[in-house]
Antibody, heavy 121, light 109 residues
Framework: EVQLLESGGGLTQPGGSLRLSCAASGFTFTAYAMSWVRQAPGKGLEPVSVISASGVTTHYADSVKGRFTMSRDNSKNIVYLQMNSLRGEDSAIYYC??????????????WGQGTMVTVSS | EIELTQSPGTLSLSPGERATLSCRASQSVSSIYLAWYQQKPGQAPRLLIYGASSRATGIPDRFSGSGSGTDFTLTISRLEPEDFAVYYCQQYSNSPLFTFGPGTKVDIK
């Protein structure tokens, strides 16, 4: 059974940093691209970033480019999202999602339960 | 960037009725790169349809997808109580970063 377990969310002040983790199990981690998708309270789904199966290629939404960095450790089956210079509009539930392909990105067939990030003074 | 619009914003129906949800793209999307998700309150999204018309694993056959070019449709043939939720379309034709539509809420009439 595929499992994705996010952690690392919490409350931080504007300008602060957080690092999210997503621990994956139940599938061949090195064979699939992974993504982060966020959802502000009461709002729709917003793509954040995607990383190829190898970890060589990453892409970001314009809203987070230059502030967020996605990475993966294929020896530990974990993906990360380092979030710097956080803003109020970054407040959301952050979901880790497993792609159906190695690359390019495709549909997401498994999702974690999400971790909440709140940016507020 | 390809933008997706979904209509209607809310669809009020009764159990047993047929639901037809629309997703329109701002430019042509290869049909193999169009997906639909269901999201219930407090839960993560769940993949229903990929490649515009292929059901994901474990998805009941009352869910079907169709369409091509810029117009796509998700149909629920007979609504079950557990189908009342928000539905999102997603395109990944304009890789590398995908986009989602704003969602259609299907609620009980």
């Amino acid at each position: 059974e595929v499992q994705l377990l996010e952690s690392g969310g919490g409350l931080t002040q504007p300008g602060g940093s957080l690092r999210l983790s997503c621990a994956a199990s139940g599938f061949t981690f090195t064979a699939y691209a992974m993504s982060w998708v966020r959802q502000a309270p009461g709002k729709g789904l917003e793509p954040v970033s995607v990383i190829s199966a190898s970890g060589v290629t990453t892409h970001y939404a314009d809203s987070v480019k230059g502030r967020f960095t996605m990475s993966r450790d294929n020896s530990k089956n974990i993906v990360y999202l380092q979030m710097n210079s956080l803003r109020g509009e970054d407040s959301a539930i952050y979901y880790c999602a497993k792609d159906t392909h190695m690359w390019p990105p495709d549909a997401f067939d498994s999702w974690g339960q999400g971790t909440m990030v709140t940016v507020s003074s | 960037e390809i933008e997706l619009t979904q209509s209607p914003g809310t669809l009020s129906l009764s159990p047993g009725e047929r639901a037809t949800l629309s997703c329109r793209a701002s430019q042509s999307v290869s049909s193999i790169y169009l997906a639909w998700y269901q999201q219930k309150p407090g839960q993560a999204p769940r993949l229903l349809i990929y490649g515009a018309s292929s059901r994901a694993t474990g998805i009941p056959d009352r869910f079907s997808g169709s369409g091509s070019g810029t117009d796509f449709t998700l149909t629920i043939s007979r609504l079950e109580p557990e189908d009342f939720a928000v539905y999102y379309c997603q395109q990944y034709s304009n890789s590398p970063l995908f986009t989602f539509g704003p969602g259609t809420k299907v609620d009980i009439k």
